[in-house]
C-alpha cells in the first residue's frame, strides 16, 4: 500500500471554529473541559439502520493537526485574532480523549456516535473535519451496504469515480463502499491507498479504436486472457456484441483452456439482454462467462431486475452509489452535551429547540447495544450517564423515551458499550482494524439486526432508549430551560 | 494564498484506462492520435443552462501527471502488465492538445465542453480525472448560480463543508461555489488555497458556553466589534435572542458609534421571525444589524421565503448546495469522436445506442456561440466540423438537427468560439483567469441569456445546432453503422 501524501487539513475548519477559539481564549474559557456528540437524527433512504465509517481519517487528521507558520500567516492578515491566540495556534495539538463507534458498526439516530472531551477550543476546532469524514462515509457505507443486500449474495463493484463529488470523494467513497459490502472498485489509487481491490477492462472507445469489434475483442483476450471480460453494447448486444465475444472466446480462450470470462451490458433492457446473452453463452459452451451489468444501478433498480430474472453475477454501480443520489447527505451534528467546571465536576448541556427532534440528549453518556443471548440479534439501544453500568445478572426494563408507558423488560442479554477508545490524553489508543476486518465485522454486525429491520420499506424502527437517570436529568434541563 | 500541497493525482483513474492503455500498447496503437469530447446529456434540476467549472483543477493535474516509482511497483503487482509498458508509464507525459470551455461560462447538453487530442493512452488516462473534476465543479458551480438568482442579489454565502462528499468536496466545492456567485465560504482552507473569501461568528456552543445567553453575546461583541453576527436561536429567538442581542449591541457597539453587526437565525419559522426581528432592531434603531438565515436552504426555499416577505440580508447555504442535493450528479462523458489515419487525416468515430439521446456527435468541432448584435444576447451554439469557419457578415441558417424543418436565420450576429486552446503540443496555452475574474466572467456570461433560458420551472430549451456538414457527416456514420 501506498505511503499516504498527506495535504495537512487542519485548516479545513469552518471560519467560526476559529473566531469562536480566539474569543474562548480571550475570555479565558481555553482550558474549559468540554464534551461533545456526533449523532444523526435521520437514516437517509428512510432506511432501518445507517452503517459507520470515516474514523480512521478522522484519527490520521487528530494526528497531524497542526499550523504551520503559513497558516499563522493567513490569519494573521485577517486583523481578527491576538497574537496570544496566534501564539497558542503555533503549539496547537489535540490533548484530548475522543470515544467512537467502530468503523463498519449499524447506527441509529440520536445515539453518540463520536465523543469528544477536550478544552473548548480544541474540541470546536476539530468539528469540521470531524463531522465530514464520519458525515460522508457513512453516508455511502450506509448506501452501498444497501446496494450489496439488494444484489443478494452477487459481486457488487464501485464504479462511480468520474461522477464523485471531488477527488475525495471518489477515493474515500471507494474505501466506505467497501466496508459496505462492495467486493472492489474502478479506482486506482484507492486500491494503492486503502487496499480496496480495483479492476476493470475496457470502454467503449477500445471497441471503436479497432476496424471490427471482433478484432477489439479477439485483441484483447490475447492481452488479457486471465481477464478478459469484454463490454459487448457499443453497436447491438444480441446481434453482433455477444456473438463477437463468443468468436473470441473460442478463437482465443478456448485452445488455452480457459474457461473463465466475462461480458459487461453498459446500456438497453438489462433483464432481457442478460437473459438473451445468458441463453447464447451457455449454448456455445461458456457457461462459466459471468455477466456484468453497469447502467444507472441502485438497491431498488437491482432489486427489479433480480425479480425480473436477469442473468447477472456483477453490479457495477457507479453515481448512484458513489454520491449516494436519492439522499446525498448525511446529516451528522456535533453538539456540546457537557462541560466540566473548576473541580472537575461535569455539568449537562441541552440545546432546546421547538422542533422536539432537534433537542438534544444532554451529559457524558455511554450506550450500550443489547444482545439477546438465544438469538444473538440486536434488541435494543440503551443510553446511560457515563458513570452508570449495566447489570447483566438482572432484568432490563427499557421504557420509549416519547412514550415512556412502552416499556419491554430484556433478560438474557449481554450489553456491549457501543463506543471505544480512541484518543486519551492526545495518545491514540485505538488499533485500528485492517480494512477486510472492518467489512467482516460490517457483514457480521449487520446480521445481528432483525430482517424487519433491514427492509427498505417501512422499516421497523430499532429501539434507542434513555436510562431511567438519563432520562430524568433531561426532563430536568428541559423543565429549567422555560 | 497558501502554496498547495499537491497529492498526485495520476493514480486517481479507473482501472481500465491502465488495462487498455497497456493494451493500446501491446496492440502497437499507442501513438495512434484519438480526439474525445467531454460533454453532458442533461442540466440538473430541469434547468436551462449549466456552469462550466472546474478547468484549474484539470490543468493543475495535467501538469503534474506522472508515475513514480511506487506507482510503477504497484502496478506491476498486479501481473496485468507488460515491462515495456511500464517503462513507457515512467516517463509518461501529456503531449496532446486541450480545448476548453472557460470556466463560469454557461453550457448547454451534446456540446464539447472539453477536447482532447492526443494520443491514445494519454487521452484514455486522463479520462477519470478529466471528468470528475468538470462534474463535480459544473455541478456546484451550476447550483450554486440558481441559488444566488434565486436570493436576487442578497448576499449568498457557501456553509456546507460538514456536509461535503469528502475534503475535496468541501475545498474545490466552495471555489465552484464562488463562481456561481456566492460571496463567501465558511471554509477556511478554501480562501487559502483559492482566495475564496471565508467568514464564519458563532455557533450554538458558544452561546451554551456562557452563563447566559446575553453574557455570550456581550462578550462575542466585546471581542469582536466590528463583525458581530450574533445567532439567536439558541433558546428562544423572540423572547430572549433579539432582546439580548440588542441589549449587547446597545452596551457595547453604540458607545463606539458602531452601526454594523449582526444577527443569525438557523431554525424555526424563517419568514415570521426575521420580520419580527427587523422589527424589533429597527425599533432599537439597529437598522443597520444584517439579518443572516441558514436552515437548509436552497433556491426554492429562498424564493418562497422572499415571496413571503421575509426579512433576510444574508443567506448561508449548506447541504443543498455543497452537495447539489435536489440532483447530485452532473453526468459528463468523455466519449470518442475521432481519430488519426497515418497521415494525419481525422476520421470521424460515432457511438450508436439505441437511446437517441445517447448517440454521439462524432468528429473534431468547434462550437460558436451566436450572439444578437442589437442585444447582446445568447441566441444558439452552433456546432461545426472544425475547419469550418462562420461568415457573420452572410446571414446564417440554423435547423434543429432532431427536426430538421425548424430553421431560423440569424443576421447582424457575433459567433463566438466557445473553446480556448488549453494546451498545445503538452505546454500550457491558456493564461488561467483569476477567481474573482472567473466569478465576474460567469455574472457577465450569464447576463447574455434570455430570462426565458434562465427561469426555474420550464426554462426554454436553447438552441444547440449542428452545420449542415457536421450533421450530413453524423448522418452518414449513422447509415453505415446499421
Given at each position: 500500500?501506498?505511503?499516504?501524501?498527506?495535504?495537512?487539513?487542519?485548516?479545513?475548519?469552518?471560519?467560526?471554529?476559529?473566531?469562536?477559539?480566539?474569543?474562548?481564549?480571550?475570555?479565558?474559557?481555553?482550558?474549559?473541559?468540554?464534551?461533545?456528540?456526533?449523532?444523526?437524527?435521520?437514516?437517509?433512504?428512510?432506511?432501518?439502520?445507517?452503517?459507520?465509517?470515516?474514523?480512521?481519517?478522522?484519527?490520521?487528521?487528530?494526528?497531524?493537526?497542526?499550523?504551520?507558520?503559513?497558516?499563522?500567516?493567513?490569519?494573521?492578515?485577517?486583523?481578527?485574532?491576538?497574537?496570544?491566540?496566534?501564539?497558542?495556534?503555533?503549539?496547537?495539538?489535540?490533548?484530548?480523549d475522543?470515544?467512537?463507534?467502530?468503523?463498519g458498526?449499524?447506527?441509529?439516530?440520536?445515539?453518540?456516535?463520536?465523543?469528544?472531551?477536550?478544552?473548548?477550543?480544541?474540541?470546536?476546532?476539530?468539528?469540521?473535519?470531524?463531522?465530514?469524514?464520519?458525515?460522508?462515509?457513512?453516508?455511502?457505507?450506509?448506501?452501498?451496504?444497501?446496494?450489496?443486500?439488494?444484489?443478494?449474495?452477487?459481486?457488487?463493484?464501485?464504479?462511480?469515480?468520474?461522477?464523485?463529488?471531488?477527488?475525495?470523494?471518489?477515493?474515500?467513497?471507494?474505501?466506505?463502499?467497501?466496508?459496505?459490502?462492495?467486493?472492489?472498485?474502478?479506482?486506482t489509487?484507492?486500491?494503492?491507498l486503502?487496499?480496496?481491490?480495483?479492476?476493470?477492462?475496457?470502454?467503449?472507445?477500445?471497441?471503436?479504436?479497432?476496424?471490427?469489434?471482433?478484432?477489439?475483442?479477439?485483441?484483447?483476450?490475447?492481452?488479457?486472457?486471465?481477464?478478459?471480460?469484454?463490454?459487448?453494447?457499443?453497436?447491438?448486444?444480441?446481434?453482433?456484441?455477444?456473438p463477437?465475444a463468443?468468436?473470441?472466446?473460442?478463437?482465443?480462450?478456448?485452445?488455452?483452456?480457459i474457461?473463465?470470462?466475462?461480458?459487461?451490458?453498459?446500456?438497453?433492457?438489462?433483464?432481457?439482454?442478460?437473459?438473451?446473452?445468458?441463453?447464447?453463452?451457455?449454448?456455445?459452451?461458456?457457461t462459466?462467462?459471468?455477466?456484468?451489468?453497469?447502467?444507472?444501478?441502485?438497491?431498488?433498480?437491482?432489486?427489479?431486475?433480480?425479480?425480473?430474472?436477469?442473468?447477472?453475477?456483477?453490479?457495477?454501480?457507479?453515481?448512484?452509489?458513489?454520491?449516494?443520489?436519492?439522499?446525498?447527505?448525511?446529516?451528522?451534528?456535533?453538539?456540546?452535551?457537557?462541560?466540566?467546571?473548576?473541580?472537575?465536576?461535569?455539568?449537562?448541556?441541552?440545546?432546546?429547540?421547538?422542533?422536539?427532534?432537534?433537542?438534544?440528549?444532554?451529559?457524558?453518556?455511554?450506550?450500550?447495544?443489547?444482545?439477546?443471548?438465544?438469538?444473538?440479534?440486536?434488541?435494543?439501544?440503551?443510553?446511560?450517564?457515563?458513570?452508570?453500568?449495566?447489570?447483566?445478572?438482572?432484568?432490563?426494563?427499557?421504557?420509549?423515551?416519547?412514550?415512556?408507558?412502552?416499556?419491554?423488560?430484556?433478560?438474557?442479554?449481554?450489553?456491549?458499550?457501543?463506543?471505544?477508545?480512541?484518543?486519551?490524553?492526545?495518545?491514540?489508543?485505538?488499533?485500528?482494524?485492517?480494512?477486510?476486518?472492518?467489512?467482516?465485522?460490517?457483514?457480521?454486525?449487520?446480521?445481528?439486526?432483525?430482517?424487519?429491520?433491514?427492509r427498505?420499506?417501512?422499516?421497523?424502527?430499532?429501539?434507542?432508549?434513555?436510562?431511567?437517570?438519563?432520562?430524568?436529568?433531561?426532563?430536568?434541563?428541559?423543565?429549567?430551560?422555560?
Amino acid at each position: 500500500m501506498k505511503t499516504e501524501e498527506k495535504l495537512n487539513l487542519t485548516m479545513l475548519c469552518d471560519f467560526y471554529e476559529l473566531t469562536m477559539g480566539n474569543g474562548y481564549f480571550r475570555a479565558g474559557l481555553q482550558d474549559r473541559i468540554t464534551y461533545f456528540d456526533v449523532f444523526f437524527r435521520n437514516v437517509p433512504d428512510n432506511g432501518g439502520f445507517a452503517v459507520c465509517a470515516g474514523l480512521e481519517q478522522l484519527v490520521q487528521y487528530i494526528q497531524n493537526l497542526h499550523f504551520d507558520e503559513e497558516d499563522i500567516a493567513f490569519l494573521r492578515d485577517k486583523h481578527l485574532f491576538s497574537e496570544d491566540f496566534l501564539s497558542y495556534l503555533r503549539d496547537f495539538r489535540f490533548t484530548g480523549d475522543i470515544w467512537a463507534v467502530p468503523e463498519g458498526t449499524p447506527i441509529f439516530p440520536r445515539e453518540p456516535v463520536v465523543t469528544v472531551r477536550a478544552p473548548a477550543i480544541q474540541a470546536q476546532l476539530i468539528e469540521t473535519f470531524t463531522l465530514l469524514t464520519i458525515n460522508h462515509q457513512s453516508l455511502i457505507a450506509t448506501k452501498a451496504n444497501r446496494i450489496v443486500r439488494a444484489a443478494q449474495g452477487r459481486t457488487v463493484l464501485e464504479f462511480g469515480s468520474r461522477r464523485a463529488q471531488g477527488t475525495d470523494g471518489a477515493i474515500s467513497g471507494a474505501r466506505a463502499a467497501y466496508i459496505g459490502g462492495c467486493a472492489g472498485t474502478a479506482c486506482t489509487i484507492s486500491d494503492q491507498l486503502y487496499g480496496v481491490p480495483a479492476g476493470g477492462t475496457m470502454a467503449h472507445s477500445w471497441v471503436q479504436m479497432f476496424d471490427s469489434q471482433y478484432e477489439a475483442f479477439k485483441t484483447y483476450c490475447q492481452i488479457y486472457p486471465h481477464n478478459a471480460t469484454l463490454l459487448v453494447d457499443t453497436y447491438n448486444v444480441l446481434k453482433s456484441g455477444v456473438p463477437d465475444a463468443i468468436r473470441a472466446f473460442d478463437e482465443v480462450l478456448k485452445p488455452l483452456g480457459i474457461r473463465k470470462c466475462g461480458i459487461r451490458l453498459d446500456s438497453g433492457d438489462m433483464a432481457y439482454l442478460t437473459q438473451e446473452a445468458r441463453r447464447k453463452l451457455d449454448a456455445a459452451g461458456w457457461t462459466e462467462c459471468q455477466i456484468s451489468a453497469s447502467n444507472s444501478l441502485d438497491e431498488y433498480i437491482i432489486q427489479d431486475l433480480l425479480l425480473q430474472g436477469a442473468k447477472i453475477d456483477v453490479f457495477g454501480v457507479g453515481e448512484r452509489m458513489i454520491t449516494a443520489r436519492s439522499e446525498p447527505v448525511f446529516g451528522g451534528v456535533y453538539k456540546l452535551a457537557a462541560v466540566e467546571d473548576g473541580d472537575g465536576k461535569i455539568i449537562p448541556k441541552i440545546k432546546v429547540s421547538e422542533n422536539l427532534d432537534k433537542i438534544t440528549i444532554p451529559h457524558f453518556k455511554k450506550t450500550y447495544r443489547i444482545f439477546d443471548n438465544a438469538t444473538g440479534k440486536a434488541e435494543a439501544d440503551y443510553i446511560t450517564v457515563w458513570d452508570e453500568t449495566v447489570d447483566e445478572s438482572a432484568p432490563l426494563e427499557l421504557f420509549d423515551p416519547r412514550a415512556t408507558w412502552k416499556r419491554k423488560t430484556y433478560t438474557n442479554f449481554t450489553a456491549k458499550p457501543l463506543q471505544v477508545p480512541v484518543f486519551q490524553g492526545g495518545e491514540l489508543v485505538y488499533q485500528l482494524p485492517a480494512l477486510p476486518e472492518i467489512q467482516a465485522y460490517c457483514r457480521a454486525q449487520v446480521d445481528t439486526l432483525w430482517d424487519t429491520v433491514k427492509r427498505f420499506e417501512n422499516p421497523h424502527t430499532y429501539y434507542v432508549d434513555l436510562s431511567q437517570k438519563l432520562f430524568d436529568i433531561k426532563q430536568d434541563l428541559l423543565c429549567r430551560s422555560r
